[in-house]
């Protein structure tokens, strides 16, 4: 129907970054969500096939509330992992748990549906984070570079693959919404959203911290309105305290007697330990986020040495990024350029969201976690972008660095991606990610008792009792550094099994060593080992007689 005088002729959409030009399907793509919503999907739905791992099963499977053998009005009797308040770990997520609760009641123990939530509940997050690059940058161009970057960093897998840990997604998910409506200056929607974001995971707690950075730096301390500003911040600082009072008459804050001291080897340390170790943990965060060749569920003891080590090259890799961070900080100070407030502000943000994490001020249950770095991650690729935003502001050959610059995110993308699609395979099921742990981190005595208890159920006894063999070693040493010898996992099994002798118990006889070491297996793997450990008897003996 052509339009008439009392039907207007619809405008057609125009361009945020151009407001006075219509948007073409081009201007869409590079300006909108969509290309970094689909890298998100790309990348981490090949995992709908994967089931419930590790913590999924006590947090999500056996939690009373989750599965619906306690009402929901109970959720703040339990704690994450389904454990009454009091036992276990010193954590409780009652959103998170109530929200599963809600999926599991809808369809029951379809984990693939579970995971296809975590991937569109990213999938939101990269939604959000664009909106909140778009904030920072006023350019809808430079957000979906962002956006982009973020969705396909493969150290996220972590956060998506395994279930449990959507807690972290829906936090960070929820801070990025809080801090859009604050910044419009929608108060309680920023204090509910704000809430939400700490009843999924106490790791938002700072991120009014960020908010009230981002207006200083926006609007610097003499043009500051602080009745309008100082309002929301203040609000959102009462609903910290609120949140952290109630909790404190559930779980105590001081968790220092809860650490299992393996989980976290900083307990106990000298200052010194105590001051080197954290630039270490920043440094590897770093060099995973952006080669992350070496990714891993677990990095307790003995995966991550805890030691006055001033050649390992990760600490001196944090150290720089704090010191390059602060004088980068300094020297953009006052600068009005919007690249120089957008670094700024993304540098704040992410001290803040990293500090609860940084093993420096206090100590946390566990040393290092690929899933914690998911907010970091989000305010570094934020200031990187600006970084190179800035460097194309001062350039005199704008268009060449655009050039390289394009080149070089497009190199990230293309190594990024695969290594997020194969990490994500590693997740489809307990062996497979136990044996890329036990690959990528041979030193985590964790990952090869689960790894042996894994082969055990899959009928491969005889490999088993070599891991858990070295877990034995390993614990034997603890808590001191320690390390299966070089090449060993690519020996022959034999050769490999005649090893343990030596590794576990060379003070004792061989004949000694198998009555020692078949009660241990047998008792942690089961009765299903025995006939793997009269071969390897066999073996040993033989091997060592043959040695005389």
């Known amino acids: 129907m052509s339009p008439t005088a009392t039907e207007p002729t619809p405008s057609p959409p125009r361009s945020p970054d151009s407001p006075g030009e219509p948007v073409s399907w081009r201007a869409r793509l590079a300006e909108g969500p969509i290309a970094p919503i689909v890298v998100a999907l790309?990348?981490?739905?090949?995992?709908l096939g994967?089931?419930?791992?590790?913590?999924?099963?006590?947090?999500?499977?056996?939690?009373?509330?989750?599965?619906?053998?306690?009402?929901?009005?109970?959720?703040?009797?339990?704690?994450?992992m389904g454990a009454p308040l009091g036992e276990g770990v010193n954590t409780i997520r009652p959103l998170t748990t109530l929200e599963l609760a809600a999926e599991w009641a809808l369809w029951g123990d379809a984990a693939w549906l579970f995971h296809l939530t975590s991937v569109l509940l990213f999938a939101g997050l990269v939604w959000a984070a664009h909106g909140l690059a778009r904030d920072l940058f006023r350019s809808g161009r430079l957000a979906t570079v962002a956006a982009s970057l973020f969705a396909v960093l493969a150290i996220h897998v972590e956060a998506v693959a395994m279930i449990a840990n959507r807690a972290e997604v829906?936090?960070?998910?929820?801070?990025?919404?809080?801090?859009?409506?604050?910044?419009?200056?929608?108060?309680?929607?920023?204090?509910?959203?704000?809430?939400?974001?700490?009843?999924?995971?106490?790791?938002?707690?700072?991120?009014?911290?960020?908010?009230?950075?981002w207006f200083v730096v926006e609007h610097g301390p003499e043009e500051l309105d602080l009745r309008k500003r100082g309002t929301i911040v203040g609000g959102l600082g009462v609903a910290a305290l609120?949140?952290?009072?109630?909790?404190?008459?559930?779980?105590?804050?001081?968790?220092?007697?809860?650490?299992?001291?393996?989980?976290?080897?900083?307990?106990?340390?000298?200052?010194?330990?105590?001051?080197?170790?954290?630039?270490?943990?920043?440094?590897?965060?770093?060099?995973?986020?952006?080669?992350?060749?070496?990714?891993s569920y677990d990095y307790t003891y003995a995966a991550i040495p805890v030691a006055l080590d001033l050649a390992d090259p990760y600490g001196w890799l944090g150290a720089l990024a704090v010191v390059g961070g602060g004088a980068g900080a300094v020297a953009l100070w006052r600068r009005e350029a919007r690249w120089a407030k957008a670094c700024l502000i993304a540098l704040g943000g992410f001290a803040a969201s990293y500090l609860l994490f940084s093993n420096?001020?206090?100590?946390?249950?566990?040393?290092?976690?690929?899933?914690?770095?998911?907010?970091?991650?989000?305010?570094?690729?934020?200031?990187?972008?600006?970084?190179?935003?800035?460097?194309?502001?001062?350039?005199?050959?704008?268009?060449?660095?655009?050039?390289?610059?394009?080149?070089?995110?497009?190199?990230?993308?293309?190594?990024?991606?695969?290594?997020a699609v194969n990490r994500t395979l590693d997740w489809r099921s307990d062996l497979t990610l136990m044996r890329a742990q036990v690959q990528t981190q041979p030193s985590s005595l964790k990952g090869r008792l689960a790894y042996a208890s894994e082969l055990v159920r899959h009928g491969r006894p005889d490999e088993a009792l070599w891991h858990f063999g070295v877990a034995v070693a390993g614990r034997g040493r603890y808590p001191e550094p320690w390390s299966p010898p070089e090449g060993a996992d690519q020996l022959p099994l034999e050769d490999r099994l005649r090893l343990l002798h030596g590794l576990i118990a060379p003070e004792v006889t061989p004949a000694a060593f198998m009555a020692q070491f078949g009660g241990m297996a047998t008792g942690l793997l089961g009765e299903g080992v025995k006939p793997a450990l009269e071969r390897m008897r066999c073996v040993v003996v033989r091997g060592a007689c043959g040695a005389r």
């Open 42 to 47: 790309a990348v981490h739905g090949v995992g």
């Open 50 to 80: 994967g089931g419930f791992a590790l913590d999924d099963v006590p947090d999500i499977v056996r939690h009373p509330v989750v599965g619906g053998d306690a009402p929901w009005w109970s959720v703040l009797n339990y704690n994450f």
């Open 170 to 213: 829906l936090s960070l998910l929820m801070v990025a919404l809080m801090l859009r409506a604050a910044l419009r200056g929608h108060t309680l929607a920023a204090a509910l959203a704000y809430l939400a974001a700490l009843l999924f995971k106490e790791s938002a707690f700072l991120a009014p911290a960020a908010l009230a950075w």
């Open 242 to 295: 609120l949140f952290l009072a109630a909790r404190m008459t559930l779980l105590p804050l001081d968790v220092s007697d809860q650490i299992v001291h393996p989980d976290n080897l900083l307990i106990g340390q000298p200052w010194a330990v105590r001051l080197w170790t954290p630039f270490v943990l920043l440094g590897r965060y770093l060099a995973l986020t952006a080669a992350p060749v070496g990714l």
């Open 360 to 419: 420096s001020v206090f100590l946390i249950v566990i040393l290092f976690a690929e899933r914690l770095f998911l907010a970091p991650s989000l305010w570094l690729v934020l200031a990187l972008v600006a970084a190179a935003w800035g460097g194309v502001e001062a350039t005199r050959e704008p268009e060449r660095l655009k050039l390289l610059l394009g080149v070089a995110i497009g190199v990230v993308g293309v190594v990024q991606a695969p290594l």
